[in-house]
């Protein structure tokens, strides 16, 4: 979610709260070591925007940890 939100923000320059979020676990986290999110836009609409997300442990991006889906509200604002 905070990935995704991320990116959210950074293509539209607006906070974009989750509306819509489904994760997918395929596999257990390790108890150590670092976790990287890697997420995208796939979509952008003038209300809505849609991302994904994969997190995998560092070194091993090949093993994937978690997939993500989400829907996101663009902010109607006067200069957005």
Do not use: C
């Amino acid at each position: 979610d905070t990935a995704m939100g991320i990116v959210g923000y950074a293509a539209t320059g607006q906070m974009t709260p989750t509306m819509s979020l489904t994760t997918s676990f395929l596999r257990p986290a390790p108890g150590e070591g670092t976790l990287i999110a890697r997420a995208k836009v796939t979509r952008a609409g003038r209300t809505s925007l849609y991302a994904s997300a994969e997190m995998w442990e560092e070194g091993a991006p090949d093993r994937i940890i978690a997939t993500a889906q989400g829907v996101f509200h663009r902010s109607q604002t006067e200069n957005g």
